[in-house]
């Protein structure tokens, strides 16, 4: 059997590397197997292409799988059938407990092999960001260990690259592509990839007591960070299944849109819609409007800056000619149109070939622990617009049900600002938009006024100033000023938390979570005490929800302040009055109301009015 051995940093590390079955000694794998409570975990697979279906998909493929304890690794080729034998008996027994970094080996044990790890690993990924939340401080496990450990790992990385470089063909030499080229095709014997394979799985498991001991403060959070994270690789496993005969149906619709609007601004100035140009001639037809540039100061024409231009010319503080106004709204139903096809493109490109698709969930995203979905993005699409939503269905004699929370973020700031007046309009059950519109304005207020005054409120609570809320709405700056004066005349203890919070180096939540404040934007440090405080309240119901009503396996996937189950269609009611009761309740004495509905086959309701493209009884085949 081959033996490589590596110090650093006064450390001595030992990597068995059985090339055959020959080589394989089952005894001493099984010895060195039981030999540690916890197992570093790590496997070795094929390129993964970028917005396929990822570890479900016919790119993915496992070559090595290798466990480590402090000071040494067995390499296993899952190929030698005295080796899978060896490896699957060890990941398959319930007793075994598993490291690893971030879910990419635990989702590739499932896919490869089958077997759910589900609670029996600890992710040093969510280690490092409950002890440190800050998305730039440097989470990766090579990064880790060479902060906290030596620069080993990172040397062996280094030196499996420059071999994947001498080995990779001519043509595939260029860029990453070498990088590539050699996750696939590089000799699994070769000592640079085992090397750097075995250390994988030694450093997460060295590195695992020393994140441990940085969470001491906050042990509490560990536990339910990695409950959580378990639901969300299960959602992953599981799949959201796309109705893909609908998907088709609105690309190709949105399509044809986008391109007749692009025709149209051809025809009519001789050159594209998303050419710069078109951005020089509309500054041309505009006045009134300052438009938003680039670093290189160049007009932007994004969805968002033309939604504002719009928002401007109805309020009368921008002017427009006649021309003008008809490009620009064919350009901006192409800037609409763009983002909802790369949408849909992403959506049938992650499809596996059963027709779902397996997002991932990051359960600790943002330094306030807000989450996120990507592979595709699935926290982006809106709701009031269901018509992306509409792609993802349930099974057949199912349906989707949703609950989310009502205002959370303004009951939180009630909550933690004590401000008695907000804290009065909650109680009173009346609508905290409409109470405020009316606190600013009077009885009279108009449509407008409270749409204003309810941007102004997350606006102000997140600490953004009046060119912020002008920009959303469309209104001059002097008038978003005033606003935001009545706003904090209206509610003066939410402001004072806000000043006093600000001095704060680390945020401290209710739950104990410890957010370190920005130096460079001390007003964000309100938002993070409300973002964060109320992420929690989400996964203390998600966790009642699994726990006292045994919906674990019905978790369909949570987003922003949401959660939609998966049930028969028989039990959706009893599970609506579920998942209201669960997500219902009170923070510091303020209330936390919960909507929740039965959505029905698809995640996005469409209007009974609104012509449905055909959808086959088998939507996911």
Known sequence: MVTYTRTHGGHTMTVHAPANAAEFDSTAFAAFARSDAVLGLDLETRAIVDGGPGHFGPDAGVRLVQFGTPTTAWVLNPLVPAQRDALTAVLADPERRFTTHTNYDVLAVWSAFGIPLAQRVVDTHLLSKVANPDERAGHGLKDLAARHLDTGLKEAETALHDRMRDLAPVGSRAGDRAITWGWDHIPATDESYTVYAGLDAIYVRRLLPVLLARCAPFSHLVGMEQ????????????????????????????????????????????????????????????????WPRTDKGQIQTTADSLVAL???????????????????????????????????????????????????????????????????????????????????????????????????????????????????????????????????????????????????????????????????????????????????????????????????????????????????RPYANSNYAIQSTARDLLVAAVYELATAHGLHERLWLFVHDEVIVHVPADQAAAVRDQLTAAMTTTYRGVPIAADAEILGTHWGRLPDTEAVPPVSEHAGA
């Not at 299944?241 to 609908?246: E, I, K």
């Not at 609007?261 to 710069?276: C, E, K, V, Y």
């Not at 992650?350 to 989450?371: C, E, S």
């Open 310 to 520: 719009g928002h401007a010319l109805s309020e009368g503080s921008a002017q427009i000619s006649d021309r003008g106004r008809e490009l620009l709204a064919a350009r901006r139903a192409m800037a609409a149109g763009s983002n909802t096809i790369t949408n849909l493109k992403s959506f049938l490109a992650a499809a596996d070939r059963g027709g779902r698709v397996h997002p991932q969930i990051n359960t600790l995203r943002a330094r306030t622990g807000r989450m996120s979905i990507t592979a595709p993005a699935l926290q982006t699409l809106k709701k009031h617009d269901p018509r992306l939503r509409h792609c993802f269905r349930a099974e057949n004699g199912h349906v989707l049900v949703a609950c989310d929370f009502s205002q959370v973020e303004v009951r939180v700031a009630a909550a933690l600002s004590r401000d008695r007046t907000l804290m009065d309009v909650i109680t009173s059950g009346v609508d905290i938009h409409d109470a405020t519109a009316e606190l600013m304005y009077g009885p009279g207020f108009t449509k407008e006024q409270r749409t204003v005054s309810k941007r102004a409120t997350f606006g102000t609570i997140y600490g953004g100033g009046a060119k912020a809320l002008a920009a959303q709405t469309g209104v001059p700056v002097s008038v978003a000023r005033g606003v935001i004066q009545r706003w904090q005349r209206a509610y003066p203890e939410v402001i004072r938390f806000g000043k006093d919070i600000a001095n704060a180096t680390t945020v401290i939540t209710g739950s104990g979570r410890r957010i370190p404040a920005d130096p460079d």
């Open 227 to 290: 409950w959580l994270a378990a639901q969300s690789t299960g959602i992953t496993v599981r799949g959201l299944l796309l109705d893909r005969p609908y998907t088709a149906n609105l690309l190709r619709q949105f399509e044809r849109e986008f391109n007749a609007a692009d025709a149209h601004i051809r025809n009519a100035l001789g050159f594209s819609g998303r050419s710069p140009r078109f951005a020089q001639w509309m500054e041309q037809q505009v006045t009134g409007y300052t």
